[in-house]
Nanobody, 124 residues
Framework: QVQLVESGGGLVQAGGSLRLSCVAS????????MAWFRQAPGKEREFVAG????????IYADSVKGRYTIFRVSGENTIYLQMNSLKSEDTAVYYC?????????????????WGRGTQVTVSS
């Protein structure tokens, strides 16, 4: 099991940027497939972006493609989500998730470990 702690959320105006971080501890982080999900009030938790531990392959939800970037820095137990050109519809609690296998998948049920989330609010 791996413990995940998100940070970096906050209030930002539409068109602005935020960078979220997810720090992992507990196991060999570099062997995990990682992802970001988000949940807006009254909506299902949805996939945002994911990154694999082999080759760093990434996938994105269509709604964030071209605006968000998920990345990990070698040697750090941290993944990041750079969010640019934010829109009011991006407002949600953002969660970090991990799974100890490939492939990177948008399937929420495939992820065993979750953080507690960080709130992102975009004002229009």
């Amino acid at each position: 099991q791996v413990q995940l702690v998100e940070s970096g959320g906050g209030l930002v105006q539409a068109g602005g940027s935020l960078r979220l971080s997810c720090v992992a501890s507990g196991r060999t982080f570099s062997r995990y497939t990682m992802a970001w999900f988000r949940q807006a009030p009254g909506k299902e938790r949805e996939f945002v972006a994911g990154i694999g531990w082999i080759g760093g392959n990434t996938i994105y939800a269509d709604s964030v493609k071209g605006r968000y970037t998920i990345f990990r820095v070698s040697g750090e137990n941290t993944i990041y989500l750079q969010m640019n050109s934010l829109k009011s519809e991006d407002t949600a609690v953002y969660y970090c998730a991990a799974r100890l296998t490939l492939p990177v998948t948008p399937d929420r049920s495939a992820y065993a470990d979750w953080g507690r989330g960080t709130q992102v609010t975009v004002s229009s």
